[in-house]
């Protein structure tokens, strides 16, 4: 079974790959996406990084709150998004 984690407070120059490369420390990577600004196509700051369980628990423990291209990064289980209505 797979994790969700939420990545949040990145620098804006942060890559997936150097993504992917901090959270391989702790166990197999599925995927890693990074949110950019539907208008402007601007890096927004945050992502997710999809692997598997242990590895998720291990990852949320030791990067929340390190330090991540000079900016201390907020990392935890991602929860769902809630529902809005649509108008």
Avoid: C
Avoid at 31 to 53: A, Y
Avoid at 54 to 69: R, V, W, Y
């Amino acid at each position: 079974m797979a994790k969700n984690i939420y990545v949040g407070n990145l620098p804006w120059s942060s890559t997936e790959e150097e993504v992917r490369a901090a959270f391989e420390a702790y166990g197999e990577v599925y995927s890693v996406k990074l949110i950019n600004d539907r208008e402007t196509g601007r890096p927004r700051g945050f992502g997710f990084v999809e692997m598997e369980d242990q590895g998720a628990l291990e990852a949320i423990e030791n990067l929340d709150g390190t330090d991540f291209g000079g900016r201390n990064i907020k990392v935890n289980e991602a929860r769902p998004r809630p529902e809005r209505p649509r108008w």
